[in-house]
């Protein structure tokens, strides 16, 4: 009834939770436990943390790179806790509040970006694929995930997320067509954040929003409020259960905003004006989660306060042991993927292994 009821085609965005704070759909206002809403702000809270003084860190030289998700967070926590535990996740690398979420640890997802290639080592138990910078080809590793589910009675579901740039890639529509050709338990999510690095959204498709693309693929598509963390809530756990159900593929599209740059490497006063971020930051979705949650006196200012104090302390100390950790042995690299190295990787071993003794660094 929910991708009936808002049928991208009508142009119509799911919203249940205004940016005031205020239930505005409150047929659709999801039964979630206290403690499962405060581990959702509070995974919200410790991204926006961590996301900010990892700018911090690579402006000092600290840090290699990093791509900045602040405005995105409703968007990521709302989707990865409607999942189960063991539903697979295959993200981009935007995504550090869904890790957050799922159990990978702070240090493990700096390391990465510290240039540490053990940081791509992902918790076995937390289903969850490695940072993947190859737009588009985190769909069609879901989709795999999904079809092995399917094949092999699992019962999980793949979700994959990817930017509105990302649905120009042709992988984003082979990693569909094919989910939606096996009815594979496969959900998409669209970060629309406004920007594919400098191209606005409306000079990147003519389509009039991106969940309508789901009608080419035979599946339902929903655009979703990506700042209220109760629609992305109720739209990706009816979307996991339609998957998981035998039914096929979901696409949803949220609509939210990149309050920072693309990465670090990246001026985005050059493309968009101050007026424009000023405007989504009254869309702040943290803040207006937090406004709920103080509504129904489950969190409070002091609490938040106290919050924000003890998310500094722990980012700073995970940074500081990160700088601690040694470098990865190149040698290493080669191993991990596979139980036996396959003959090209045995091969590239070899000759990285001759590079190393004759001295190369």
């Known amino acids: 009834m929910l991708f009936k009821d808002y049928d991208p085609l009508k142009k119509k965005q799911l919203q249940i939770l205004d940016p005031k704070g205020k239930i505005v759909n409150p047929d659709l206002e999801p039964k979630i436990k206290k403690e ?6 509070k995974t919200m809270a410790l991204g926006r943390v961590a996301d900010i003084k990892a700018l911090q860190y690579q402006r000092q030289g600290r840090m ?6 602040k405005g995105q967070e409703a968007t990521q926590v709302g989707a990865i806790s409607a999942l189960e535990p063991t539903d697979w996740l295959s993200p981009a690398f935007r995504e550090l509040n869904m890790f957050l979420y799922r159990g990978v640890s702070l240090e493990t997802l700096y390391l990465y970006w510290y240039g540490n290639e053990w940081g791509n080592h992902m918790p076995k138990d937390s289903y969850v694929l490695p940072v993947n910078v190859i737009i588009g080809s985190q769909v069609t590793h879901a989709a795999g995930l999904a079809y092995a589910s399917k094949v092999l009675k699992k019962n999980q579901v793949a979700l994959a997320t990817i930017g509105d740039g990302g649905t120009s890639h042709g992988e984003f529509y ?8 096996y009815d594979a338990p496969l ?6 954040n406004q920007y594919a690095i400098s ?7 003519k389509a009039e929003t991106l969940a309508q693309k789901a009608v080419a693929f035979g599946i339902p598509g929903i655009q979703v409020d990506g700042n209220d963390i109760l629609a992305m809530y109720v739209a990706t756990k009816t979307a996991a259960e339609h998957a998981r159900s035998g039914k096929g593929p ?12 693309h990465t670090t490497s990246d001026d985005p006063t050059i493309y968009r004006s101050n007026d424009e971020v000023a405007e989504w930051e009254k869309k702040d979705p943290l803040i207006r989660f937090k406004k709920y949650l103080i509504d129904k006196g489950y969190w409070s200012e002091e609490e938040d306060k106290k919050l924000e104090e003890e998310n500094n302390t722990f980012v700073g100390e995970s940074f500081k042991n990160v700088e601690k950790t040694g470098d990865a042995d190149l040698l290493d690299i080669f191993k991990y ?4 190295m396959t003959p090209q990787l045995e091969e ?8 190393l003794e004759k001295g190369g660094k």
């Open 36 to 41: 499962e809403l405060l581990k959702m702000y």
């Open 64 to 69: 290699l790179t990093y791509p900045p998700n």
């Open 174 to 181: 082979e990693g569909l067509n094919f989910a939606a050709s």
């Open 187 to 192: 959900v998409v999510v669209i970060q629309n």
């Open 199 to 205: 191209t606005p959204r409306k000079k990147a498709t």
């Open 250 to 261: 979901v696409l949803i599209e949220a609509v939210t905003y990149r309050l920072g740059a």
């Open 337 to 340: 993927t596979y139980k036996e």
């Open 348 to 355: 590239q071993y070899q000759e990285m292994k001759s590079f």
